[in-house]
């Protein structure tokens, strides 16, 4: 495959035109998001066909035909890993690409590990090694080198490939009905991310009543203005172990929030008076307005049903090809105990993650089954890669 590069708007421009028709566009890029509020683009890389591109945002003055052209419908999109190419679509225009087709969701459905990094697909669908040359560039840095945009350029060269071997699998396992449900699933959680309460993130503030969490969620929003205004990574602007203090000291006096230890740093006293009137404004909030409590189960038999349970999915999943931390974590096994265990229904409007659609076929079913006593474990094979077998048990033994 030949390559081009792509540094002026009427390049862009010729780019756009002959992608307009193309059946199938692959994209990735390279951004740096260490610095700043919101990762910087630093190169977008595209493969069509037998054609290869290097987009350079620093020599074209707006990227957005390009993510115009990437939403419009008729292609298909082909991604690795997508998030922040998704990202950086729904912010330029406010539609995601069409079509999307994430690789490493597809690869993980079909039995490979999830997420699986790019050289990973590449040895093993193709039985290649990718290049880890430029693992450290700064993006940033003009002119790049040719063995820096190669090095780019690799991370979509396979793309159209790892689609058409994915795509067989899926069609093979008949899991293409699974991959769509889950592919709308995964766009929409990317893009609620990005409004939703994502305060609840903090670190450590899982344990804070109703009113420290108003604090945190207050001084949150405080952190996100001032991080945007000053173009800095929110972390930079003030550490999530320093909000969970202000939290816990719950007071808006401007010498009890400096007297917390990490405070010393010159933009932070400056920006004190501005954290106690969010920690005021939190504190005035009537009970009825304060945010809800998580609830953090501690039964020990339910932390044991975890355990057992969570070993038995990932058995599942082998037995099943789909990778287990694509279909569920151990805190979701929890929430189907919890959910069955306290007589849950069929009609309640918020099933947990494992209760509802593909997951429920794969290993929802069975683990409760499991919990119902209509399924026995034993070992099967210790010395196989899929030791453990599930075997029903006769009606007259089920408990009830």
């Not at 893009?191 to 604090?215: E, K, Y």
Request: glycine share 8%; aromatic share 6%; net charge negative.
């Amino acid at each position: 495959m030949s390559h081009r590069i792509v540094a002026t708007q009427s390049g862009l421009r010729e780019l756009c035109q002959q992608l307009a028709d193309a059946p199938q566009i692959c994209f990735d890029t390279e951004f740096v998001s260490e610095h700043t509020y919101r990762p910087e683009l630093c190169l977008v890389q595209v493969a069509w066909g037998k054609d290869l591109a290097a987009i350079d945002p620093f020599g074209c003055d707006d990227v957005t035909p390009f993510w115009e052209t990437i939403v419009r419908p008729g292609h298909e999109t082909v991604v690795h890993a997508g998030r922040q190419e998704l990202l950086f679509c729904l912010d330029a225009v406010g539609q995601p690409p069409a079509q999307l087709f994430d690789v490493q969701v597809a690869a993980g459905m079909v039995g490979f590990e999830y997420p699986a990094g790019y050289g990973t697909l590449v040895n093993k669908l193709l039985g290649l090694k990718a290049s880890k040359g430029e693992t450290r560039t700064d993006w940033r840095q003009r002119p790049l080198s040719h063995a820096q945009i190669e090095y780019a350029l690799e991370d979509v060269r396979h793309l159209a490939r790892f689609r058409e071997l994915l795509g067989e699998r899926l069609t093979r396992l008949n899991r293409q009905a699974w991959f769509e449900t889950e592919m709308t699933a995964w766009q929409t959680d990317i893009d609620q991310s990005r409004t939703s309460d994502r305060w609840r993130r903090v670190a450590g503030s899982s344990g804070l009543g109703g009113r420290g969490l108003a604090i945190v969620r207050a001084v949150w929003h405080w952190r996100e203005e001032e991080a945007f205004r000053r173009n800095r990574p929110v972390k930079q602007i003030l550490r999530d172990d320093l909000i969970v203090e202000i939290a816990k000291r719950k007071s808006a006096d401007p010498r009890h929030i400096g007297a917390i230890r990490g405070m010393e740093r010159g933009d932070l006293k400056r920006a004190i008076p501005e954290m106690a009137d969010a920690v005021k404004t939190a504190l005035d909030l009537a009970d009825h307005e304060l945010p809800p409590t998580v609830r953090l189960e501690s039964n020990s038999h339910l932390t044991m049903l975890g355990q057992f349970l969570s070993s038995a999915l990932g058995s599942i999943c082998q037995q099943a090809e789909v990778a287990t931390s694509l279909v569920g974590t151990p805190s979701d096994v929890r929430d189907l105990i919890a959910w069955r265990l306290n007589g849950a229904t069929e009609s309640e409007k918020e099933l947990p993650t494992l209760a509802t659609g593909w997951r429920a076929e794969v290993v929802g079913h069975l683990l409760e089954d499991l919990l119902a006593g209509k399924v026995a474990v034993r070992i099967k094979d210790p010395s196989s890669e899929q030791p453990l077998a599930f075997e029903r048990m006769p009606i007259s033994k089920n408990l009830q």
